[in-house]
């Protein structure tokens, strides 16, 4: 394993790592997209290797977000995924999460945005969130996702009998509309 390639003690990220995401907020700052440019340029300004590579301090905690209301679920104790698309499990969606940055901050951390969300959905008891997005402009500091909640076997089963029942009426349906139409057919012969 190269040197540079080794943590801190406490260190958010290694050397590489934090040379490596520089060099994506450079790419990231040329994009065509003008809110994704704006965005990747005002990480860049704000982005120093050296403070990703030191260890953090416990005066540097943010205080998180309040929840508006809470889930029907609770919170839960699980550490949220972030997901790149929808999962294979079955799901249902508990909504959309917002969370903003103080008005009063001049600079915009974005690490500690994403940290508020997961947080955030933590706490309304959601297992993943999908589809993170800057929303808004660079000014407003608004983060976003779709929180996810897997579902239990038993709300898989229940969902399932509460379709059975629909598809037993659409089939039941079905056959009564062909009878009918049998009935009224014109005979063969």
């Known amino acids: 394993m190269p040197i540079n390639a080794l943590r801190k003690p406490g260190a958010k990220m290694s050397l590489k790592e934090a040379l490596e995401r520089a060099e994506k907020l450079k790419r990231m700052a040329a994009s065509s997209n003008p809110n994704e440019a704006a965005v990747a340029a005002a990480r860049l300004k704000a982005f120093d290797v050296d403070a990703a590579r030191s260890p953090q301090s416990k005066d540097a905690k943010f205080?998180?977000?309040?929840?508006?209301?809470?889930?029907?679920?609770?919170?839960?104790n699980q550490k949220v995924e972030v997901l790149d698309e929808l999962p294979v499990i079955p799901y249902k969606e508990l909504g959309e999460l917002e969370v903003e940055q103080a008005p009063d901050t001049s600079s915009v951390n974005w690490d500690v945005l994403h940290a508020e969300l997961l947080e955030r959905a933590q706490q309304i008891g959601a297992h993943a969130v999908i589809d993170i997005q800057i929303k808004g402009t660079i000014q407003q500091k608004i983060l976003a996702g779709m929180a996810l909640k897997y579902l239990s076997p038993q709300e898989i089963l229940d969902i399932q009998a509460a379709n059975k029942l629909d598809e037993d009426e659409k089939a039941y349906k079905e056959a009564q509309k062909e009878r009918r139409d049998e009935d009224w057919a014109p005979p063969v012969g």
């Open 63 to 76: 205080e998180p977000a309040t929840v508006m209301e809470t889930g029907e679920h609770g919170p839960s």
